[in-house]
C-alpha cells in the first residue's frame, strides 16, 4: 500500500511540502515437496536413505517480512538565483522479518523438552530456549520403496542424519529493527532555461542508521554510506 500527500506551498518561503510512503507486507512459501540425500556413510556404505520434506530439506521454507517507510520531501525555490532546493527525509518506522517453516497450514518444527515431551505448533514456534528440529515425511531406500517417518524414528540415531535442525533457538521468533532514517540533499541550478546544473548528497548527515537487532542483539547499519554525484541537463529547442 502506497500514499502520497501534498500540502499547500508555504509562501513566507516559498516551499513545498509532500509525504509519501509504502506499507509491505510480503509472505514466500514453498509448497513442493523436496528432497534431501546425506552426503555421509553408514556402515562404511552409502547412506541407506533419502529425506522427503514438506516444503524445504532447510529450516526454512519461506518468510514473512513487513515494512513501513515514509519520505518527507520539502521543496524550497529560490527563484532571485533561479535554484531550486530539495531536502528529503527518509525513515523507517518499521522493519521486520519471521522465518517460516509451515505446510497446508501445518507447523513443522519441533522439539523435545526436559522430560522427553514432544512440543510442536505455536509452543515451539515461541519457545526460545531450545533448538527446533523438522523431520522428513517419507525415506526413500535405495529400491525407491517409500517408507513414512514416525514420531518414533525422530529420536532414533539410525535417521538423526536427515533430522533438520535450525542454528539457533530463536530462529522462528520475529525480528525486528528500531526507526532509523537520513537525510538527502539536491541543489539544481538554472541556467538561462537552456540548462540545469543539480548536485545531490545522499545521507549527507552521515548517519549510519545503526540499530539492533530484536532478538539477536547485534547491531547492524541499515543506510547507506554518504555519497555525492551531480547531473547536467541541457534543453535543444
Not at 500527500?5 to 509562501?11: C, H, T, V
Not at 509452543?123 to 533448538?131: G, I, R, Y
Given at each position: ?45 552409502t547412506y541407506p536413505y533419502v529425506g522427503i520434506y514438506k ?183
Open positions: 500500500m502506497e500514499f502520497t500527500l501534498d500540502f499547500a506551498k508555504i509562501k513566507a518561503i516559498n516551499t513545498s511540502i509532500s509525504v509519501s510512503g509504502a506499507y509491505m507486507n510480503m509472505t514466500s512459501g514453498n509448497t513442493e515437496y523436496t528432497s534431501l540425500l546425506y552426503s555421509g556413510s553408514s556402515g562404511g556404505r516444503g524445504s530439506s532447510t529450516s526454512s521454507n519461506g518468510s514473512v517480512k513487513e515494512r513501513l517507510s515514509t519520505n518527507i520531501r520539502f521543496v524550497t525555490h529560490i527563484p532571485s538565483i533561479a535554484m531550486v532546493v530539495t531536502l528529503t527525509a527518509q525513515m523507517v518506522f518499521m522493519d521486520r522479518t519471521r522465518n517460516l517453516a509451515e505446510f497446508s497450514g501445518e507447523s513443522l518444527p519441533y522439539y523435545y523438552d526436559e522430560n522427553g515431551q514432544r512440543i510442536s505448533g505455536q509452543q515451539a514456534l515461541n519457545d526460545t530456549e531450545h533448538t527446533k528440529h523438522i523431520a522428513p515425511v517419507m525415506l526413500m531406500d535405495r529400491s525407491g520403496r517409500l517408507i513414512p517417518f514416525t514420531q518414533e524414528m525422530e529420536q532414533d540415531p539410525a535417521y538423526g542424519n536427515l533430522i533438520i535442525n535450525t542454528n539457533t533457538s530463536t530462529y522462528y521468533i520475529t525480528q525486528s529493527y528500531p526507526f532509523y532514517g537520513m537525510l538527502n540533499i539536491r541543489l539544481t541550478k538554472e541556467i538561462k532555461k537552456i540548462a540545469t546544473i543539480s548536485f545531490y548528497a545522499n545521507n549527507f548527515l552521515n548517519l549510519r542508521g545503526r540499530v539492533r537487532n530484536s532478538v539477536t542483539k547485534y547491531p547492524t547499519d541499515k543506510n547507506t554510506p554518504i555519497y555525492f554525484g551531480a547531473e547536467v541537463k541541457i534543453t535543444i529547442r
